[in-house]
């Protein structure tokens, strides 16, 4: 069965801070990798990954992925109170359509 | 812009009453998918739909039935609504191909079954 595990569950930080994510999944025939970012409401799209080693950057928040250890990273640099949100990480299932999503990692920036 | 929309925000309705979430895109979107996501347990996909008049089961769909008539409208339904289907429910929308990943989410509706 297909498994995507975030960790930390939660995590509160002050604004400034480094903050990293983690990711890691078994799933069968795997394609790539997405970080979606909820805050009230819909996720919105962050990054796809589907190479190991390249790194995917968009302002403060980058990711990267290893395939052989089967793992991503989204960092997120001189956090931000508007970065508080649930982070997603999914990988795509072997029907090549659908996102099997983690549980999500909470993040708390406070000022 | 891309845009997902659907139906309602919030809907309460009572157990065994017959349900419709209703979900459109305006972004000429092969792929349609109906997710629900609760407290400790993330998203869990429903159905999905990659082409009009065609489903795939998801993870969960017992208790749910989809349609898809026209490309741009998927619809979930709860035949006979019950407490343990009350939850967020989010659709979403892709292209076909190697952007097929990249989903965009609608709102979501939050239902309460009572």
């Known amino acids: 069965e297909d498994k995507v595990v975030q960790s930390p569950l939660s995590l509160v930080v002050h604004e400034g801070d480094t903050v990293t994510l983690n990711c890691s999944y078994e799933v069968t025939n795997f394609r790539s990798l997405l970080w979606y970012k909820q805050e009230k409401k819909a996720p919105t799209f962050l990054f796809m990954l589907t190479s190991s080693g390249i790194e995917k950057k968009s302002g403060r928040l980058s990711s990267i992925l290893d395939k052989k250890e089967l793992f991503s990273i989204l960092n997120i640099t001189a956090t931000q109170t508007g970065d508080s949100a649930v982070y997603l990480c999914?990988?795509?299932?072997?029907?090549?359509?659908?996102?099997?999503f983690g549980k999500g990692t909470s993040l708390l920036v406070t000022p | 812009d891309v845009k997902v929309t659907q139906s309602s925000r919030y809907l309460v309705k009572r157990t065994g009453e017959k349900v419709f979430l209703e979900c459109v895109q305006d972004?000429?979107?092969?792929?349609m998918f109906w997710y629900r996501q609760d407290p400790g347990l993330g998203l869990r996909l429903i159905y999905f739909?990659?082409?009009?008049?065609?489903?795939e089961k998801g993870d969960i769909p017992e208790g749910y039935s989809v349609s898809r008539e026209k490309k741009e409208r998927f619809s979930l339904i709860l035949e006979s609504a019950s407490t343990n289907q009350t939850s967020m429910y989010l659709c979403?929308?892709?292209?076909?191909?190697?952007?097929?990943?990249?989903?965009?989410f609608g709102p979501g509706t939050r239902l309460t079954v009572t």
């Open positions: 979403a929308s892709s292209l076909r191909g190697v952007k097929s990943y990249e989903q965009y």
């Open positions: 999914a990988v795509v299932s072997n029907s090549g359509y659908a996102l099997n």
């Open positions: 972004m000429d979107h092969e792929n």
């Open positions: 739909s990659y082409d009009v008049k065609m489903k």
